[in-house]
């Protein structure tokens, strides 16, 4: 096995990891990204945490959100090949479900940190990426996984950078203030047209509530990324989480121009190489951006 060790840490780190909680997570946050990155030739792999297998109707609390955790699987492989990327890899941690819906025994929440940093270190030591992304501490919108997610693959990037053949660049994906205003002016006037006036769930409000606490300023995002030539592919990795869709349609014109609107820029901060301040930047650093 030490001859192994050492072959791998002669390899050149190379591509992009992905690093998050349940699979759709990855193509909300950065399915744009990595397409772009896929189609420029880099090797493109997402790491899932969970199975998602409380992926169920957001509803109230004492609903049972359970799910076949295949489904979301199967969802999730399906947004990885329309994205470009490898077969997808699951730590198989359980969902924990929203704040408030009492996370189950074996769910990534509850897991001991080190046991999972070493997990995803593990992962890393074997591909070898170059970049890693994952989400900003807050998690966009605050979920138990997602805050879990941050802080695992955080760590597990500092540990493995520090080794020889260790990824170079880590980023967090996170939503600046502006997008989210936008984002909830956009869903106002779409349930306004739409003439639906059930009032939304406990889960709905304080979700939204949560994504405008946790949203940055847009002094912090150092990296936007126009995902537009990738939008298709974007738009069939959403649609590979049918379980997660609930029931909503994107075909008619215009939702999908608000899709376009709400889903044209991916949006990140830099976490290193630490970024000077100020910067801007259009793409990850340390891919390969034309296609040899
Ligand atoms: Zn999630």
Excluded at 242 to 267: K, L, P, Y
Aim: contains cysteine; hydrophobic residues 40%; proline residues 7%.
């Amino acid at each position: 096995m030490d001859g192994d060790m050492t072959t791998s840490a002669n390899v050149q780190p190379r591509g992009l990891l992905a690093v998050f909680a349940h699979p759709d997570d990855e193509s909300y946050g950065a399915g744009g990204v990595m397409a772009l990155a896929a189609a420029a030739g880099n090797p493109v792999w997402v790491l899932c945490a969970t199975n998602g297998d409380q992926g169920g109707r957001p509803g109230e609390v004492d609903v049972d959100h359970s799910l076949d955790p295949e489904i979301r699987r199967h969802e999730l492989t399906c947004a990885c090949a329309a994205i470009g990327a490898a077969e997808p890899i699951f730590l198989g941690y359980r969902d924990s479900g929203m704040e408030g819906w009492g996370a189950p025994e074996g769910a990534f929440s509850l897991a001991p940190h080190e046991e999972a940093v070493e997990r995803v270190a593990a992962v890393i030591r074997r591909l070898r990426p170059a970049v890693i992304v994952t989400f900003d501490p807050g998690g966009v919108y605050g979920h138990p996984d997602h805050t879990t997610c941050s802080s695992v693959a955080t760590d597990a990037y500092r540990r493995t950078a520090a080794e020889p053949g260790g990824p170079v660049a880590l980023y967090h994906q996170a939503m600046p203030q502006s997008a989210i205003k936008a984002m909830q002016a956009g869903m106002e006037e779409e349930r306004r047209k739409s003439g639906d006036s059930t009032p939304p769930t406990e889960d709905d409000i304080r979700q939204q509530e949560a994504f405008v606490k946790l949203a940055r300023p847009d002094a912090d995002i150092t990296t936007v990324i126009d995902i537009r030539p990738v939008l298709e592919r974007k738009f069939a990795a959403l649609a590979c989480h049918e379980s997660q869709m609930q029931g909503r349609q994107w075909d008619d014109a215009e939702t999908r121009e608000q899709m376009e609107r709400m889903f044209s820029r991916e949006t990140f901060v830099r976490v290193d190489p630490a970024p000077k301040a100020g910067l801007h930047e259009d793409r990850f650093v340390a891919l390969q951006w034309d296609r040899k």
